[in-house]
């Protein structure tokens, strides 16, 4: 596993559905099962080699460095495992950290995120906006959550309002974090990009505003999150489960073993099952485990820094609809679904048989963090 701006598929990284391991491997040691804190060591050692490490570019990467950087989280909260790694090994993890905040804080900044205008990344992209769906916001705005955490609400906060990008990127040079620094200093390196300057990155970040609000509170980012990505009505599928006949006469937007879907008209399908794109109608699964999966980190990442509030007004009605969709998100994997998107179907299912983290990350969700919530919820 690693990460690389260059690497195939736009994702940057070689992994995208096996960083839940990590965050698996954290949280067990945090809870006391200390028997994978070696893997845990030896794969977080090399993302942090220079070539290894996050882009921090803000947009689509941001869902897949999101579990990685929440399983940190949760390392930093557990003595035992953070004791093992060193002073500078810490110390190129709070870059990290830094750096993903800086960049998800360019891409969603009201200075710069108005609507149907896609803001440059570092890297000068524009394939991403903040109003987009689960797999680019959760990513996104959850880089916000995930820099209050790790530095405090509102340190994250003071951090961006005196960013200063030139000794910022001198940092990243100086410990060695390559793939980092080259994305941070695109526009030095590729003048005729549409990356941002050094100036225009200081005046996104400056007196920082993501929808007229700072992001001292955590939670209320959470809860918006959440609601926008659990936000459909239960379907079995496309036109009623039927699914939608693509332009070769194969059928996606279905379940691949018919069966009766529990839940049918309830609010808290995750978005993906419904949504659209370029091609017209989208159902998928993977994008919906796109959603369900960084909202699953965050929600461990909060629940360990003590940032989880059990008491905020709508936290009930949207656990409610979060344990229909991730409900609703099993049973379809169980059964396989069949995916519609870009105007085409898919050619298998998508299931738990899949060689990915589906398996691991469902049972954080059914056998850790469900029960918990239901204990903390009144």
Known sequence: MRFRYDLAGGAHTNATWQTGRLLAQSLASYLGNHSEDDAFVKQIQFLLEGPNTISANGGYPSQHEHIFLSSLIVARETPKLWGRFS?????????????????????????????????PSMDGSRNQNRSWNPNYREGMIGGLILGGLWLGPNEAQAFLDGYDHVKFTEQLKAAGLTNTYEIFTWKENHPDSAAPTPEQVNEALHSFRYLEKNITNPMELFIGLAKNTYRAKVTAGLNGGEGKEDATGNVGGKLYEPAEVPNIGKLGMLF????????????????????FRPNLA?????????HFDYKHP??????EQI????EDLFFKLEKGYITYAKGKAGDKPVNFESRDDKVVTRDLWNKVILPFHKSQTK
């Open 87 to 119: 002073d500078e090994e810490k110390k190129k993890i709070d870059l990290l950290m830094r750096a993903h905040l800086v960049g998800n804080a360019l891409t969603t900044s009201d200075h710069v995120s108005q609507p149907r205008k896609n803001p």
């Open 298 to 306: 965050k929600q461990i990442a909060m629940l360990v820094t003590g």
């Open 314 to 319: 709508e936290w009930p009605a949207v656990f």
């Open 272 to 291: 993906e099952f419904a949504s659209v794109d370029a091609g017209g109608p989208r159902s998928c699964a993977h994008y919906a485990y796109d959603g």
């Open 323 to 326: 344990q229909i969709g991730n």
